[in-house]
């Protein structure tokens, strides 16, 4: 796809995600044969060892990533979700309502290329499938690394394309062929499956992405691959 055009889908994203927010969580489970929920929880395993932390999850959704690092530490003052599709903090919200950390955690609108907080007001900042649907990545990443403390850390959660030739083709085959038409069936949108496949194709990931974070100003990256290398989690220190 033409990259401009890519660049206006990605802007209008949030529509997209709002329009399927009432089935957005169970198709998760469903394409993931719910994986997705310990690829979360591997995100909060890469929480800082640190009391009364104060943490930034972008691109927040339905807040399955907000809870899962708030059920791996218990040393979280306070946590921030932000998002651009208000449909999709709503159920977040009312998810953490019964919580027993619902009091710390507060869901705003907000778009992850302009963080509204002062430098260093982060611990620990985490993006789980979200960096790719920025039209300017490298804006996110300058910005998660401005408002990190000096010895804060980010994770971000991102589909990637497997290393393995045979496992590589049979993953494309299931992006383009089986994922579209479940996705379809299950949310009756045809178009945000079809965008799904689109931008995980064409998103950098492994030592290319680590590059791009290093550009932004992070001197510590790591990549650690999950499920083959469908799916990455890198890491990045100040």
Same mark, same amino acid.
């Given at each position: 796809?033409?990259?401009?055009?890519? *660049?206006?889908e990605? &802007?209008?994203?949030?529509?997209? %995600?709002?329009?399927?927010?009432?089935?957005? &969580?169970?198709?998760?489970?469903?394409? *993931?044969?719910g994986l997705?929920?310990?690829?979360r929880?591997?995100?909060?395993?890469?929480?800082?060892?640190?009391?009364?932390?104060? /943490?930034l $999850?972008? =691109?927040?959704?339905?807040?399955?990533?907000?809870? #899962?690092?708030? +059920?791996g530490?218990?040393?979280?003052? !306070? =946590?921030v979700?932000? &998002?651009l599709? !208000? !449909?999709?903090? #709503? /159920?977040?919200?009312?998810k /953490?309502?019964?919580?027993?950390?619902g009091?710390?955690?507060?869901f705003?609108? #907000?778009?992850?290329?302009e963080?509204p907080?002062?430098?260093?007001?982060?611990?620990?900042?985490?993006?789980?499938?979200g960096?790719r649907n920025? *039209? $300017?990545p490298k804006?996110?990443l300058?910005?998660? =690394?401005?408002?990190?403390?000096? $010895?804060?850390?980010a =994770?971000?959660l991102?589909?990637?394309?497997?290393?393995?030739?045979?496992?590589?083709?049979?993953?494309?085959?299931?992006?383009?062929?089986?994922?579209?038409?479940?996705?379809?069936?299950?949310?009756? $949108?045809q +178009?945000a @499956?079809? @965008?799904?496949?689109?931008?995980?194709?064409?998103?950098?990931?492994?030592?290319? %992405?680590?590059?791009?974070?290093? &550009? #932004?100003?992070?001197s510590?990256?790591?990549?650690?691959?999950?499920?083959?290398?469908?799916?990455?989690?890198?890491?990045?220190?100040?």
């Amino acid at each position: 796809m033409h990259n401009a055009a890519m *660049s206006i889908e990605k &802007d209008k994203s949030f529509e997209m %995600f709002d329009r399927i927010s009432p089935t957005y &969580d169970r198709i998760n489970r469903i394409l *993931s044969l719910g994986l997705d929920m310990r690829w979360r929880k591997n995100v909060a395993n890469h929480l800082p060892q640190r009391k009364n932390m104060r /943490i930034l $999850d972008i =691109a927040t959704g339905t807040g399955d990533q907000m809870i #899962a690092l708030m +059920e791996g530490s218990s040393e979280i003052a !306070e =946590a921030v979700g932000i &998002d651009l599709a !208000e !449909e999709m903090l #709503a /159920i977040g919200k009312k998810k /953490i309502q019964n919580k027993q950390f619902g009091n710390k955690v507060r869901f705003q609108k #907000a778009s992850g290329m302009e963080l509204p907080f002062p430098d260093n007001s982060f611990h620990f900042v985490s993006l789980s499938f979200g960096i790719r649907n920025m *039209s $300017d990545p490298k804006r996110c990443l300058r910005e998660i =690394a401005r408002v990190l403390k000096p $010895d804060g850390r980010a =994770a971000i959660l991102e589909f990637s394309l497997p290393k393995n030739q045979l496992i590589k083709t049979g993953h494309l085959f299931y992006l383009r062929h089986v994922l579209p038409k479940i996705g379809t069936l299950l949310s009756k $949108d045809q +178009e945000a @499956y079809r @965008y799904l496949n689109q931008t995980i194709e064409s998103f950098p990931y492994g030592s290319v %992405f680590c590059a791009l974070m290093r &550009d #932004a100003g992070f001197s510590k990256t790591a990549v650690y691959p999950q499920m083959m290398g469908a799916v990455s989690l890198y890491t990045g220190e100040l």
